[in-house]
């Protein structure tokens, strides 16, 4: 992050603006909405300018900024039209460590107006850092499209409510889940109709609900590119009080969980043994099953699909055996995650009538596999953890009677910062593989369908 977004209250607070034109009109309107004390410096004021701060009964000084206009205030906007004497206002600004907001001058501010939504009390502000007012904008109008117009009557309804509900719940995690509940009640069309006895109402009922009991949700986290979340997903994500995540999930995906939600990996490293294997999962299951059994809202986040090669079937067993609530998040596994980057058909009406997913974990060296099955032509293989194996893989296929000509790819981190597409035959693939150096994790995609992709530099 290059900027801090913060509130700022500078209600009676002192705020400056050296600008008389239209743009200081625009600031000094927004800094008289949040209720600043406004004083005005200019060469020349416009009429509007003058208009407005009659209206507010602001001090206006028609003559040319000095340096010491700055002391004291908290936050001073450069608004004239002129680059150089705006410059001059920052400087001053920064010797004397006073926030600035220059006008088209994102470098030499230290203040960025951002886009605000305002639906008071709740103001939803958009940066880009100054980089885009534009690209802030027109998120704005995304924002405000979607964001109900009584929001900010439903902040103000809670807001009146809180100490009571506080006093009422002191348990920071049980007032959480209260609140959610509530929220996502009737209580927000009430609010909306301005019907306060039937939100009262509602919030009373809310109040004597027997807090939610705790659940366990499974949750996919795709192949790693935050946007391929579903909805569902990311819904989990922000209402977990704790979330156990595999290595694979990327910290972009983490990036999108509550911020307060407690984060802890649990992924097993290359380097762990079977036995630490199975001593960890047994240990997830039961911090698991003890979260939800203290009423948390617990997420198991695994990469791409929670129920594909990840172990989550165990999970949901030991869950299940305990009685404890649990749900599963699908999500967009590697092979669709990787089909859909190196642009391969995994089915196609000609050259191939089905696919199969298949690990290619080595146990001594070899993969334990039905081959003369996997090398039968009219299907596509889609193999996980296959980039140590890719050798012994083609090996075998061809062994089993692919022909070394068939179609194969390795794509590598997909949808990631990296990702890779190599691709070849079966008699190729290794080496070239080899030669291209790329890292896991990678799909292996065997089969005609591989020959369809519109090759790209990479290849
Ligand atoms: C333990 S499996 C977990 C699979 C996961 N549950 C899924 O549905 O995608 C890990 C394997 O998934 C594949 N994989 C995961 N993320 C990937 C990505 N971004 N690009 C390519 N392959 C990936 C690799 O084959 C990796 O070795």
Sequence with gaps: MDVLPLA???KGQPCLVV???ETARRKIELLVAAQGTVAVVARKTSKAVRALCGSHGLGIEEREFVADDVLGQLLVIAA???PVANAAVAAACS????LVNCVDDGARSTAIFPAIVDRAPVTVAISTGGASPTLARRLRERIEATL?????????????HRERIRAALPDVRARRRFWEHAIDSDLAALVARRDEHGADQALEAALKAPLASGLVSLVGAGPGDPDLLTLKALQCLQRA?????????????LG???RDAELIDVGRRASTSAYDAETRQSSIHQRLLADAQRGLRVVRLKGGDPLLFGRGGEEVAALAEHGVPFEIVPGITAALGSAAVAGIPLTHRDWAKSVRFLTARLQDGAINADWPELA?????LVVYMGLAAVEVLCERLRAAGAPPTTPAAVVSRATLEGEAVVSSDLQNLAAKVRAAEIEGPATVIVGRVVALRKPTPMD
Excluded: E, F, M
């Design 8 to 10: 700022l209250k500078i």
């Design 19 to 21: 600008g008389g034109g």
């Design 80 to 82: 004239t039209n002129d």
């Design 95 to 98: 010797r004397h460590r006073v």
């Design 148 to 160: 109900p117009a009584a929001v900010g009557a439903l902040a103000t309804y809670l807001g009146q």
């Design 241 to 253: 009080d704790v979330i156990y995540h595999d290595r694979l999930v990327s910290p972009a995906v």
């Design 256 to 258: 999108r969980c509550r």
């Design 376 to 380: 039968k032509p009219d299907q596509t």
